[in-house]
């Protein structure tokens, strides 16, 4: 697709968004997609993060010119650091197997290690046990205020993901779709936001490390007729398509060379009929596709949606436009739940 088509389809959604932070998430995150820029990264963080326990003080920290240091040699950290990456000392970490490695670069070395002498400021990384590592470095002479609880942060956000819009609506026979399920974490904010007042629940996850964990968190609900898990793809079209199958947060389209097949179905043939009230979606980039396989429902029942539109560069046209597609008259409103690039998800009401 050529940019003037961008452009036009760019004019076109952002009439459609409905307040100042969703235009600014909107407006940086064409900027990324353009760019790839992290500087726009950032923009789109702090537009979103002093919503949150504890934004202000991430954001009055991050930018300063204190020295610091990570607590955590992990995944979290790696994300920390893409985004702020001046004035880390070292990284700090309870595992002894790791105290002398390196992690992107930097030094692992043992919480005694730190220099308490040039005042840093401790950012606690690990969505686990995050309390118990500030508490920790508390007991080591940490004074409070200069520890930041990023975990407590990522627990929050993660947390409110796909349901914190004050404008969503709630019924009864709420009947929700929760589209690339992992391990069903967000069907359980979903049992939390409804406050167990709804018809049903039906769980798209094809890895099967996955659908273990999720018949066993939901086998209550199945058994009482409440929760349906469907172990296909969504796509645009029955059929096949490679994928891998580690059963991480992120499972990864790959290319016909993989043979790793799973197979694939759409919205339309699985849920015709059901009265689906809400869709969340984030399927590692086919999410376009598969709302394609979602026009009946969605231009007939009219669901509220809940779709990641970051896998892509182009998601955050075409994945709004095709929605236009369906009904003209979409109210938008984009919010952003990381601190890194991804998660930026888009409500369609």
Known sequence: MDCATYIQQSRQIYKHLCDE???????????????????????????SVQKYLGGETLLKFVDSQRPRYLFGAGYYSSVFLQMWPDNVLAVLDNDSSKWGGTFQGLNILSPQSADFSIHPIFFVTPMKFHQQIKNQLIDMGVLQEDIVDVGAIWEEIHSRQYFDLPKLSHSINEVFADVGSYDGRTSEEFLKWSDGR??????????????????????????????????????????????????????????????????????????????????????????????????????????????????????????PSLLLSYHDDFKFYLRHYFLGWCDTVLYAL
């Open 21 to 47: 932070e969703s235009r600014k998430i909107f407006e940086y995150r064409i900027m990324y997609s353009i760019t790839q820029d992290n500087y726009y990264v950032k923009k789109m963080i702090k537009t």
């Open 198 to 319: 709804y018809k049903h629940i039906y769980c798209f996850e094809p890895v099967q490390s996955n659908i273990t964990v999720i018949k066993k968190k939901f086998a209550r609900h199945e058994n009482e007729g409440l929760f349906t898990l469907i172990d296909k793809c969504a796509g645009d079209s029955k059929g096949k398509i490679c994928m891998n199958m580690s059963g991480n947060m992120a499972g990864t389209l790959y290319t016909q060379e993989e043979n790793v097949w799973l197979p694939t179905t759409t919205l339309d043939e699985e849920l015709a009929g059901k009265g689906v009230t809400f869709i969340s979606m984030d399927i590692e980039g086919m999410e376009l596709a598969a709302l394609k396989g979602a026009e009946n429902i969605i231009s007939k029942e009219r669901p509220q949606l809940a779709i990641s539109i970051y896998h892509k560069p182009e998601d955050i046209f075409e994945i």
